[in-house]
């Protein structure tokens, strides 16, 4: 493939809800530009963009994936994106690495809530969009269905440019409303006819209402077609594209990937009213700390950034990466502030699918892929080394599922590190870590799906079995009342004994405030240089767990009074003597669990607001608030117990449908309600 000039560069990044048909779209226009030499499907696994066998099992992408195209003296980088929730992280990492979303809309279902999903990431980042009604072929395919609930969903600015001709298994064209002509599909390819005259009322219609909503958009056009002038296909072309640019005109097209029908006409809109990289004139990034204004220019210094990163366990880390500015060459080295370290892009390539092209080099606004850097996560910035900068960040979302893992032998184990470390660099969105109280390893991810996707990755790619186990709820452990108690350790076998006696008293703090340790010792009933070591001993029995085996918190100790040996009397036995006070006390003064609290929000359209309350009620939630939010949502706010929403994020998805979503943070502890103790207490005696 050629460079090709920034001007001449359209990134499409392809999303939508699951199912809608974004990979045959991808497949069907590598097709019809001639990129392969015949179309594959998504049910064979044969497809250019859905390569990993997890993606051949499951009939649906679960990782973005780039596939070029040349069209009419353009380059289009195809960016294939999952439409399943939990890799929207991908979704993400696709419209970033976009000048432009093609929104694939099942014409059989609607707008969906992948569909709205990834429109609110595309309207928080300002990106222009279009949309593509697929599958008018199949049977109860309705394009007037789809475009109302378009309009319903994303309001005025969604503008209809083609009408299809037929519905359903009839489908076989299409009407151009700014040509007023007809594309007939009958022999394979588009045939230029006449509109059909049971067409010709409704297109005409159409036709209107589109140019006077173009017109809207330009003073000068709309006082030439106030005076009667009607505008050329040229003018409307070029005013609906500043419309898309702007991001305030939302063109629809339609047609059939498996078809293919007017697939064709779709890469010839993305040419004609599609942003170039040229729209990215200027860059806010972080220069020395600042945050600075920069000119992105075709002949300016190198700027990349990489927004996605794949782990191939052969060729090993690959990058794939968006020229922000200047050009790329390969054997380039840059340097990036992150790391604060040197990368030599040593073979720059460009992607198609999971195969490489090595290219010469890649212009400004193009999308290329290098291997083997030394130490470049996804969403790192290169630049020279005398201007060291920082691009914006990529949005990534929040994991909203755990689960317990361990390795499955001790081979296993001796390779599990370097594994979740590689894991990680291909999916930052996943997060490991080591919870000290309970004394798991948790994954972290967006979903049940995505948790076990990345264990069968782990043993594909790395060789690597993990088990999984239910997650523990970190419970912990305090006292209610006031007691005494004596710790007394004496130990004689032969020789010097151990010998040493401490008297404590217990008493409960507020919550949150810890451990506090008071030494009254008078007299000398306990050397001074015992008494750290009676701390330590209770210091440690508070995190072995008291006497309900959690962790203790909250609690003042007063060392009172003891009795020493001047031979048999050590630190060791001033340790023991605090252990063993500590527990005794602790036994007397009534002790409690203390559980972990959650403030959790809701974010929900507003028919499942009541459901959900309810919902988070049944949980022993108490809402604390709700307030509305756009596009018709309401947000809930709630303090739930953390063992109550382990599962949250599959049991929210199936109460609303998918269309629910939320975050969680720890908030405080309290104190686990009678009925349950005896419950929690037995369970964490089963798991020890």
Same mark, same amino acid.
């Given at each position: 493939?050629?460079?090709?000039?920034?001007?001449?560069?359209?990134n499409?990044?392809?999303?939508?809800?699951?199912?809608?048909?974004k990979?045959?779209?991808?497949?069907?226009?590598?097709?019809r530009?001639?990129t392969?030499?015949?179309?594959?499907r998504?049910e064979?696994?044969n497809?250019?963009?859905?390569f990993?066998p997890?993606?051949?099992?499951?009939?649906?992408?679960l990782?973005?994936?780039?596939?070029?195209?040349?069209?009419?003296?353009?380059k289009i980088?195809?960016?294939d994106?999952?439409g399943?929730?939990d890799f929207v992280?991908d979704?993400?990492?696709?419209l #970033?690495?976009?000048?432009l979303?093609?929104f694939v809309?099942?014409?059989?279902?609607?707008v969906?809530?992948?569909?709205?999903r990834?429109?609110r990431?595309?309207e928080?980042l300002?990106?222009p969009?279009?949309i593509?009604?697929?599958?008018?072929?199949?049977?109860?395919?309705?394009?007037?269905?789809?475009l109302e609930s378009? *309009?319903?969903?994303?309001?005025?600015?969604?503008?209809? !440019?083609?009408l299809?001709?037929?519905?359903?298994?009839?489908f076989?064209?299409?009407?151009?409303?700014? =040509?007023?002509k007809?594309?007939?599909?009958d022999s394979?390819?588009?045939?230029?006819?006449?509109i059909?005259?049971?067409?010709?009322?409704?297109?005409?219609?159409v036709h209107?209402n589109?140019?006077?909503?173009i017109?809207v958009?330009?003073?000068?056009?709309?006082?030439?077609y106030l005076?009667?002038?009607?505008p050329?296909v040229?003018?409307?072309e070029?005013t609906?594209?500043?419309?898309?640019?702007?991001?305030?005109?939302f063109p629809?097209?339609c047609?059939?990937? =498996?078809?293919?029908i007017?697939v064709?006409?779709?890469a010839?809109?993305i040419?004609?009213?599609?942003?170039?990289?040229?729209?990215?004139?200027k860059?806010?990034v972080t220069?020395a700390?600042?945050?600075?204004?920069?000119?992105?220019r075709?002949?300016g210094?190198?700027l990349? *950034?990489?927004?996605k990163?794949?782990?191939?366990?052969y060729v090993?880390?690959i990058?794939?990466?968006?020229v922000?500015?200047?050009?790329?060459?390969?054997e380039?080295?840059? #340097?990036n502030q992150r790391s604060?370290?040197?990368?030599?892009?040593a073979k720059?390539a460009?992607?198609?699918?999971?195969?490489?092209e090595l290219v010469?080099? %890649?212009?400004?606004g193009d999308?290329?892929?290098?291997?083997?850097?030394?130490d470049?996560?996804?969403?790192?910035?290169?630049s020279?080394?005398?201007q060291? !900068?920082?691009?914006?960040?990529?949005?990534r979302?929040?994991p909203v599922?755990a689960?317990?893992i361990?390795?499955?032998?001790?081979?296993d184990?001796d390779? %599990?590190?370097?594994?979740?470390?590689r894991? *990680?660099?291909e999916?930052?969105?996943? !997060?490991i870590?080591?919870?000290?109280?309970?004394?798991? @390893?948790?994954?972290?991810?967006?979903?049940?799906?995505?948790? @076990?996707?990345t264990?069968?990755?782990?043993?594909?790619?790395?060789?690597v079995?993990?088990?999984?186990?239910p997650v523990?709820?970190?419970?912990r452990?305090?006292i209610?009342?006031?007691a005494?108690a004596?710790?007394?350790y004496?130990k004689q076998?032969g020789? #010097?004994g151990?010998?040493?006696?401490?008297?404590?008293?217990?008493?409960?703090t507020?919550?949150?405030?810890?451990f506090?340790?008071?030494?009254?010792?008078?007299?000398?009933s306990?050397?001074?240089?015992?008494i750290?070591?009676?701390?330590?001993g209770i210091?440690?029995?508070?995190?072995?767990?008291?006497v309900?085996?959690?962790?203790?918190?909250d609690?003042?100790?007063?060392v009172?009074?003891?009795?020493?040996?001047?031979?048999?009397?050590?630190?060791?036995?001033f340790k023991?003597?605090?252990?063993?006070g500590?527990?005794?006390?602790m036994?007397?003064?009534?002790p409690i669990v203390?559980e972990?609290?959650s403030?959790?929000t809701?974010?929900?359209?507003?028919?499942?607001q009541g459901?959900?309350m309810?919902d988070l009620s049944?949980?022993r939630?108490q809402v604390q608030g709700?307030?509305?939010?756009?596009?018709?949502? *309401?947000?809930?706010?709630?303090l739930v117990?953390?063992?109550?929403?382990?599962?949250y994020?599959m049991?929210?998805?199936?109460?609303?449908?998918?269309?629910?979503?939320?975050?969680?943070e720890h908030?405080?502890?309290?104190?686990?309600?009678?009925?349950?103790t005896?419950?929690v207490?037995a369970?964490?005696?089963?798991?020890d």
């Amino acid at each position: 493939m050629k460079v090709y000039p920034p001007e001449k560069i359209r990134n499409v990044a392809l999303v939508g809800h699951s199912g809608a048909g974004k990979t045959t779209l991808a497949e069907a226009l590598l097709y019809r530009a001639g990129t392969i030499s015949r179309l594959g499907r998504v049910e064979e696994g044969n497809t250019v963009t859905d390569f990993d066998p997890e993606e051949h099992e499951r009939g649906h992408s679960l990782s973005l994936a780039l596939a070029p195209i040349e069209w009419n003296g353009h380059k289009i980088n195809i960016i294939d994106t999952p439409g399943h929730t939990d890799f929207v992280a991908d979704v993400y990492a696709g419209l #970033h690495a976009a000048d432009l979303a093609v929104f694939v809309v099942s014409a059989t279902d609607g707008v969906e809530v992948g569909t709205e999903r990834a429109w609110r990431a595309a309207e928080e980042l300002g990106l222009p969009r279009m949309i593509f009604i697929n599958k008018l072929d199949k049977e109860e395919a309705s394009f007037d269905r789809t475009l109302e609930s378009l *309009q319903e969903r994303f309001g005025a600015g969604i503008a209809p !440019i083609e009408l299809p001709i037929g519905e359903g298994p009839s489908f076989h064209g299409i009407a151009d409303l700014f =040509t007023d002509k007809a594309y007939i599909y009958d022999s394979g390819s588009g045939q230029e006819a006449e509109i059909p005259e049971e067409l010709e009322a409704k297109e005409h219609e159409v036709h209107d209402n589109l140019v006077e909503g173009i017109v809207v958009a330009d003073d000068d056009l709309l006082e030439k077609y106030l005076e009667g002038e009607v505008p050329g296909v040229e003018e409307l072309e070029e005013t609906m594209a500043k419309g898309v640019a702007s991001g305030s005109v939302f063109p629809v097209v339609c047609g059939s990937a =498996t078809g293919p029908i007017a697939v064709d006409r779709l890469a010839d809109f993305i040419l004609e009213i599609g942003p170039s990289p040229l729209r990215r004139q200027k860059l806010v990034v972080t220069a020395a700390g600042n945050e600075v204004e920069i000119d992105l220019r075709s002949d300016g210094d190198p700027l990349v *950034q990489v927004f996605k990163t794949i782990a191939d366990p052969y060729v090993g880390q690959i990058s794939l990466f968006r020229v922000l500015s200047g050009k790329v060459t390969n054997e380039l080295v840059l #340097h990036n502030q992150r790391s604060n370290g040197d990368e030599k892009l040593a073979k720059v390539a460009s992607m198609v699918g999971k195969e490489s092209e090595l290219v010469d080099s %890649l212009p400004m606004g193009d999308l290329g892929a290098v291997a083997k850097l030394n130490d470049t996560a996804t969403g790192d910035t290169l630049s020279v080394k005398s201007q060291p !900068i920082t691009a914006p960040p990529l949005r990534r979302p929040t994991p909203v599922l755990a689960t317990a893992i361990h390795a499955k032998t001790q081979a296993d184990t001796d390779k %599990l590190a370097n594994a979740l470390r590689r894991i *990680q660099q291909e999916d930052p969105v996943l !997060i490991i870590d080591r919870n000290a109280e309970t004394h798991q @390893t948790l994954m972290r991810g967006m979903g049940e799906t995505h948790l @076990t996707i990345t264990q069968q990755r782990l043993s594909r790619k790395f060789g690597v079995e993990v088990e999984t186990e239910p997650v523990r709820v970190p419970y912990r452990e305090t006292i209610s009342r006031r007691a005494q108690a004596e710790g007394k350790y004496k130990k004689q076998s032969g020789g #010097h004994g151990q010998f040493g006696v401490a008297m404590l008293k217990v008493e409960p703090t507020q919550r949150g405030n810890g451990f506090e340790f008071v030494d009254e010792i008078k007299g000398g009933s306990i050397p001074r240089q015992f008494i750290p070591a009676v701390e330590q001993g209770i210091r440690e029995t508070m995190v072995d767990g008291g006497v309900l085996g959690f962790p203790v918190v909250d609690v003042r100790v007063r060392v009172y009074d003891g009795k020493y040996h001047s031979v048999d009397s050590s630190e060791m036995s001033f340790k023991m003597a605090g252990r063993l006070g500590f527990k005794a006390a602790m036994s007397e003064a009534n002790p409690i669990v203390l559980e972990p609290v959650s403030q959790i929000t809701v974010s929900v359209p507003s028919n499942y607001q009541g459901e959900v309350m309810g919902d988070l009620s049944s949980r022993r939630g108490q809402v604390q608030g709700t307030e509305a939010s756009s596009g018709g949502r *309401q947000m809930i706010t709630a303090l739930v117990p953390t063992s109550e929403i382990i599962s949250y994020a599959m049991d929210l998805r199936s109460i609303t449908q998918g269309w629910g979503s939320f975050t969680a943070e720890h908030d405080h502890y309290q104190e686990l309600p009678s009925h349950l103790t005896d419950k929690v207490v037995a369970e964490a005696k089963e798991d020890d």
